[in-house]
């Protein structure tokens, strides 16, 4: 079983960065896939930008130029950095991580509590 812990979020005026965590712990054999999405308040929750175990990083249209994901294998976090943020931004971010429980294990999802991230204009 894995915890996905979320910090970071907060409020921030628009054109303002933050700087989202998510610390993976429990027992796994792996992670091979941490990402996060996020759900704007009225909509469903949607991909912002994913890392896979190889370090190849996949990000929304919208998010393009501003976010980078990031992890630190050794210390089993991963990170996105928010820069440029604007009003459409806010919403809960939430930490979905794909782990192995053992070697031959299929991959199962886990998600965090959410993060809320909130951008004035």
């Known amino acids: 079983q894995v915890q996905p812990l979320e910090s970071g979020g907060g409020l921030v005026q628009a054109g303002g960065s933050l700087r989202l965590s998510c610390a993976a712990s429990?027992?796994?054999?792996?992670?091979?896939?941490m990402a996060w999405y996020r759900q704007p308040p009225g909509n469903q929750r949607e991909l912002v930008a994913l890392?896979?175990?190889?370090?190849?990083?996949n990000y929304a249209d919208s998010v393009k130029g501003r976010f980078t994901i990031s992890r630190d294998t050794a210390k089993n976090t991963m990170y996105l950095q928010m820069n440029s943020l604007k009003p459409d931004d806010t919403a809960v971010y939430y930490c979905?991580?794909?782990?192995?429980?053992?070697?031959?294990?299929?991959?199962?999802?886990?998600w965090g509590q959410g993060t809320q991230v909130t951008v004035s204009s």
């Open positions: 979905k991580i794909g782990s192995r429980k053992y070697y031959y294990s299929g991959v199962s999802n886990y």
């Open positions: 890392i896979t175990d190889g370090g190849s990083t």
């Open positions: 429990g027992s796994f054999y792996s992670i091979d896939l």
